[in-house]
């Protein structure tokens, strides 16, 4: 069972940049598709962006063009690059991993991205 911690949220004006990572243990991220997702107060959560074992990458169309998923599986850690932000990217933001057959969904306990002036 993989663990997940995320960091590296904070607030940051519009149009600025942040980068999150998600450290992860008990287990290598090469099992699972991994994926960020994001939660804005009195919405539901919702996906960020996704990328599997082989680097292929899913987006959110809100966040085309904008933000970049990675991954170090040597270093067992997850990346979101996120540039230029705005307001309505303030949320929680969690780290998940998905068991690629099964579907089991783990998750961290978030990081708070806050986009303000």
């Known amino acids: 069972q993989v663990q997940l911690v995320e960091s590296g949220g904070g607030l940051v004006q519009p149009g600025g940049s942040l980068r999150l990572s998600c450290a992860a243990s008990?287990?290598?991220?090469?099992?699972?598709?991994m994926g960020w997702y994001r939660q804005a107060p009195g919405k539901q959560r919702e996906l960020v962006a996704t990328?599997?074992?082989?680097?292929?990458?899913n987006y959110a169309d809100s966040v085309k063009g904008r933000f970049t998923i990675s991954r170090d599986n040597a270093k067992n850690t997850l990346y979101l690059q996120m540039n230029d932000l705005k307001p309505e990217d303030t949320a929680d933001y969690y780290c998940n991993a998905r068991t690629r057959y099964t579907f089991i969904d783990y998750w961290g306990k978030g990081t708070l991205v806050t986009v303000s002036s």
């Open positions: 008990g287990s290598s991220i090469s099992f699972y598709l």
């Open positions: 990328i599997n074992n082989g680097g292929s990458t």
